[in-house]
């Protein structure tokens, strides 16, 4: 049931990106990949929060914003699944499994204290558990704003989920973080149509609830 969902929505994407592209010309296929961008205005914030992914962009992105002086913390959630040859690197290490381990030493390589670093315990194997997990943290903390770091395409689809499991939009921004070679306006041309797909059927999930 769940897998024949996803093809559905899968081919609903690619007939109606192929019949915009058709019918819009190339400005359909640009939009397609830069409205998934969404980087907003930075301001203090109690912390950053590495999304899982992205390694090493995105904590090297909450470093900066650390070394800004713009956050005094730094919250890691655990990330999805390993590959078995990283799970096998991890093996015995007292954090467990996860990107947050790479994640940890980059950010400590950047001159991060390892004071100014939490790792929240709760499995995230997707980025609506993540968003969760962060929300109830910071609820649980008294409120405040975190800064959602993560990657150029995922960001629209952070905001969406973000506005709607925590509902406080003002209660987070999100960032994104610098990367090679992502040109959101030549998307299908720069080997990033997969992410581009992926994204869109993770946002029309998240509207539709």
């Known amino acids: 049931m769940e897998r024949g969902r996803i093809i559905r929505r899968t081919l609903a ?11 819009l010309g190339p400005h359909a296929l640009v939009s397609a990949g830069t409205f998934l961008v969404l980087d907003e205005p ?27 002086g713009l956050v005094s913390e730094i919250w890691l959630t655990q990330g999805g699944p390993l590959e078995p040859e990283a799970m096998h690197d991890h093996e015995g290490h ?25 790792v929240m315990v709760a499995e995230t194997p997707n980025t609506s558990s993540e968003i969760r ?15 959602l770091v993560t990657s150029s395409f ?8 973000w506005n709607a499991i925590a ?8 960032r ?6 992502i040109e959101p306006a030549t998307w299908w041309r720069n080997g990033h149509a997969r992410a ?14």
């Open 133 to 147: 997990v962060v929300a109830n943290r910071l609820k649980r903390m008294g409120g405040g704003r975190v800064i």
């Open 94 to 118: 007292p954090e467990g499994h996860g990107t947050h381990i790479e994640n940890r030493q980059t950010l400590e390589d950047l001159g991060v204290p390892a004071s100014a670093i939490h």
């Open 196 to 209: 581009v797909t992926h994204e869109w059927l993770g946002l029309l999930a998240a509207v539709s609830g």
């Open 176 to 181: 994104v973080a610098p990367e090679m070679d």
């Open 42 to 68: 930075l301001g203090e914030a109690r912390a950053a929060v590495v999304l899982g992914g992205g390694e090493p962009y995105r904590p090297r992105e909450a470093g900066r914003l650390y070394a800004q």
């Open 13 to 23: 994407v690619i007939v109606a990106t192929g019949l915009a592209a058709v019918l």
């Open 154 to 161: 995922r960001s629209r689809r952070v905001r969406t989920l």
């Open 167 to 174: 509902g406080q939009p003002g209660a987070a921004v999100v």
